[in-house]
């Protein structure tokens, strides 16, 4: 029963990690937002 106790709060922390990684992502980085253009050569607009 110990083994099965400490995999539970080895699993418990980790998803804890990950839950604090997401939110401080979430926090505190802003995405950089700005016009997104593409040349898309004629030959796929109008294949022959």
């Given at each position: 029963m110990?083994t099965?106790?400490?995999?539970l709060?080895f699993?418990?922390?980790?998803a804890g990690?990950?839950?604090g990684?997401m939110?401080?992502l979430?926090t505190?980085?802003?995405?950089?937002q700005?016009?997104?253009?593409e040349?898309?050569?004629p030959?796929?607009?109008?294949?022959k």
């Amino acid at each position: 029963m110990p083994t099965l106790f400490r995999f539970l709060v080895f699993v418990g922390i980790m998803a804890g990690l990950a839950y604090g990684a997401m939110f401080a992502l979430v926090t505190f980085v802003e995405p950089k937002q700005g016009e997104m253009t593409e040349r898309v050569p004629p030959e796929k607009l109008n294949p022959k």
